[in-house]
């Protein structure tokens, strides 16, 4: 069973930073993608950032240079980064992990509790 824990949001000023974390319950290697979305109140989740297995990342276009993903194999841990923080930026953050297994012709997403995020004076 995958379990994927999130911690790190919070309240922020704008232009601040945070640090979000998932952490897996086993190694994140296996899976073929990890990423973070986010969901804001009557709003479409959207993919803010990925990460490959193979270490190729993406991010939306409204958090490209500001939003860093990173990920520590040897902690099982996902990390994003995230810098000049603006209103726009808050919304429940939710953790992804994406797994192909052809074998099944099938895949699988985990997802993480959410974690929340506002950036507000």
């Known amino acids: 069973q995958v379990q994927l824990v999130e911690s790190g949001g919070g309240l922020v000023q704008p232009g601040g930073s945070l640090r979000l974390s998932c952490a897996a319950s086993?190694?994140?290697?296996?899976?073929?993608?990890m990423g973070w979305y986010r969901q804001a109140p009557g709003k479409q989740r959207e993919l803010v950032a990925g990460?490959?297995?193979?270490?190729?990342?993406n991010y939306a276009d409204s958090v490209q240079g500001r939003f860093t993903i990173s990920r520590d194999n040897a902690k099982n841990t996902v990390y994003l980064q995230m810098n000049s923080l603006k209103p726009e930026d808050t919304a429940v953050y939710y953790c992804?992990?994406?797994?192909?297994?052809?074998?099944?012709?099938?895949?699988?997403?985990?997802w993480g509790q959410g974690t929340q995020v506002t950036v507000s004076s």
């Open positions: 992804n992990a994406k797994l192909v297994v052809l074998g099944i012709n099938n895949e699988f997403d985990y």
């Open positions: 990460i490959t297995r193979g270490g190729r990342t």
């Open positions: 086993g190694s994140i290697f296996g899976f073929n993608a």
